[in-house]
């Protein structure tokens, strides 16, 4: 009988979910009651041990929402990101994208033995992260959004998809849109998720190549103000340097806002990545402007972009597992 009852609140549970998938299994959808009854307190916990992270350091607001990211673009949201190296296992922590720069792992670490605390093997490593990036997101003033929970953990990961999936400051728009409609994302969800360079940092490395003419055509980078860049070079020099840590957004780099999109018009976007949004396609361009002028706007389509990354490809039902640490597969 208790069967019975759980097979129908799952049905009915599902019918009413805002995105499910098809599977062979009853439970094949995420929604965000998922825990309501297997962990009530699964979202608290999140929110916080993340705030007391996020307080202790800013930037880590960036860092759990860059993971996310990082995490979908690969196998979808699956925790892969997560995965140490083993015997059987390259970490795609060594891709171009994570190493040296994607960070945050601790902090996970110590949101999921809070879980096991509270409810063991029942809450998944790709719930948790994507639970955190929207916190991660509202701690720094952002918006906030319902999470479609019921992902399940990868047993592999993907170094090869870390390296050629994920889209890289130097990327031409062309690329990086091409990577995202792989994802089945849109334009608009790009400019949208673009919009959380709002917080973090990026490292000397990574728009170098704007500072010094390295574009390939020898010649100076008119879409980065120059008094800008001058002031870019004094701890970006032509070599060495590389980990020299720079403000997304230079106007108000730990408060999540629109002055991204504000900056990218002042031709002070740090990555050419972010640039291009303006100087490489129409669509693009109108979108930038729009979220510059109207934060409410941003601060509508970002959420609803942020659901429809995290639902990218989820493994759901009997597939995947539940990890016990999200840092290895169960043995």
Request: aromatic fraction near 8%.
């Amino acid at each position: 009988m208790s069967q019975l009852i759980s097979f129908l609140l799952v049905l009915s549970l599902c019918a009413f979910a805002p995105l499910c998938f098809s599977s062979k299994t009853k439970d094949g959808c995420l929604y965000p009651q998922f825990y309501d009854h297997s962990c009530p307190k699964a979202q608290e916990i999140v929110r916080s041990v993340l705030a007391k992270a996020v307080a202790k350091e800013a930037r880590m607001a960036a860092s759990i929402l860059r993971l996310h990211f990082h995490d979908c673009f690969v196998q979808g949201c699956d925790a892969s990101v997560l995965l140490d190296s083993s015997g059987t296992i390259v970490s795609e922590k060594r891709s171009n994208p994570n190493r040296n720069s994607a960070r945050g792992f601790e902090v996970l670490d110590e949101i999921k033995s809070a879980l096991e605390k509270e409810c063991p093997r029942t809450v998944s490593c790709a719930d948790l992260l994507a639970i955190a990036a929207r916190d991660a997101t509202v701690l720094r003033g952002g918006p906030s959004w319902e999470v479609l929970l019921g992902r399940r953990d990868s047993r592999s990961a993907s170094l090869s998809g870390s390296n050629n999936n994920i889209p890289a400051p130097n990327n031409t728009f062309q690329t990086i849109l091409t990577k995202f409609k792989r994802q089945g994302l849109d334009i608009v969800d790009l400019v949208a998720l673009s919009g959380s360079h709002t917080i973090g940092n990026s490292r000397c490395t990574s728009f170098r190549q704007r500072l010094y003419n390295q574009s390939g055509n020898g010649q100076p980078d008119y879409t980065l103000d120059q008094s800008y860049a001058a002031q870019l070079k004094t701890r970006c020099p032509r070599s060495g340097g590389d980990q020299n840590l720079f403000f997304l957004d230079y106007v108000s780099p730990t408060k999540f806002d629109n002055y991204y999109y504000k900056n990218i018009l002042a031709s002070k976007g740090l990555l050419n990545s972010d640039q291009v949004l303006l100087t490489k396609n129409e669509g693009s361009r109108e979108l930038v402007k729009k979220y510059a002028e109207n934060s409410q706007l941003f601060f509508e389509q970002f959420p609803k972009s942020m659901v429809k990354m995290g639902n990218i490809s989820p493994l759901t039902g009997s597939r995947g597992e539940i990890r016990k640490i999200c840092r290895r597969v169960n043995s």
